[in-house]
């Protein structure tokens, strides 16, 4: 019986047969850059950047604007940026450029752009996009470049979360995509300030304090619209009288100036580079043509008592 068991078992295996060998693990997947986008986001001066934080540098000041356009209070916003020759980079959110109602915020876009202004993204709705799921941050960050490109006619290199509410998971998205991130140094809580003199006080205050910086406000906001001017006239007077003392300017300028890769500076183009060059050499013009500030003639001191 046992030499039959042994025989049948011969049998059952046939000579040629091999133990299957597990087969290798694949590596895990890896999600697929967004190729669509890529295109969408290709700009070789702003994108691909260290995220700006505003404090990159000294001397030197850059005015964002955030959830334009607006056509109530926009277009003040730029005529007092275009009456000082301010550079500027004005935030969009998406949503005022779509169908029949966003006509003219349409209309605002392609002024800021003829204008020489930089028009990059603030997201679709203006959500806080911390802790959102992948399908919030494809309707928000991804639907919203591809519309503002379109409007555009370029590439948008920048994003600015709403209320700088980010995460991990947000910076990835945009790092995937060539977006940089641009936060701020100077934050003027425009949106909930009610005294427009006093806010006026506060942000060239506050610009004098850290020597320049990203200046974050908000150009939807009627009192924004009606001091804007004003605080760009103290930043000029400012610098005027820095020049009679023989002391530097906070020269206003292009977000360009704060871009950083790894650190390390990266180059200003040429074009913005000669913009700023222009407004050093006729600021000294603009301050002999301001108005001189009043004097106060002083009172006659009281005549002496005559002597008795």
Same mark, same amino acid.
């Given at each position: 019986m046992r030499a039959l068991w042994l025989c049948l078992m011969v049998v059952a295996v046939p000579a040629h047969a091999?133990?299957?060998k597990p087969e290798p693990k694949k590596p895990a997947?890896?999600?697929?850059k967004p190729d669509e986008l890529v295109a969408l986001t290709d700009d070789p001066l702003l994108a691909k950047a260290d995220r700006v934080d505003g404090d990159e540098l000294k001397g030197m000041v850059a005015f964002t604007f955030d959830d334009g356009p607006n056509p109530e209070t926009t277009p003040d916003v730029i005529d007092a940026l275009q009456k000082y020759d301010i550079p500027a980079t004005f935030f969009i959110v998406t949503r005022r450029l779509l169908g029949k109602s966003g006509e003219k915020s +349409?209309? =605002?876009? /392609? +002024?800021?752009i003829a204008a020489g202004f930089l028009v990059e993204d603030h997201s679709m709705?203006?959500? +806080? =996009?911390k802790g959102v799921t992948a399908k919030t941050l494809a309707s928000e960050i991804d639907a919203s470049i591809k519309v503002l490109a379109k409007e555009a006619g370029r590439p948008i290199g920048m994003f600015r979360p709403p209320y700088g509410a980010f995460d991990g998971v %947000?910076?990835?998205w945009l790092r995937k995509r060539g977006l940089t991130e641009v936060l701020w140094s100077v934050d003027t =809580? *425009?949106?909930? /300030? +009610? *005294?427009a003199e006093r806010l006026r006080k506060k942000v060239m205050k506050m610009i004098l304090a850290q020597d320049g910086g990203v200046v974050l406000m908000? *150009? @939807?906001?009627? #009192?924004? /619209?009606? #001091? @804007? %001017?004003q605080v760009l006239d103290d930043l000029e007077a400012e610098n005027c009288t820095r020049l009679a003392a023989n002391k530097d300017p906070i020269w206003p300028v292009s977000i360009h100036y704060f871009l950083r890769d790894k650190k390390k500076p990266r180059a200003v183009p040429a074009d913005v580079q000669k913009r700023t060059d222009a407004y050093k050499a006729a600021l000294p013009g603009r301050c002999a043509a301001r108005p001189k500030p009043a004097t106060t003639t002083p009172a006659p001191a009281p005549a002496a008592p005559a002597s008795k």
């Open positions: 091999e133990t299957k997947e890896q999600p697929k +349409r209309e =605002l876009l /392609a +002024r800021q709705t203006h959500p +806080r =996009l %947000g910076r990835a =809580l *425009d949106w909930k /300030a +009610r *005294d908000h *150009d @939807v906001k009627p #009192i924004t /619209a009606k #001091i @804007v %001017g």
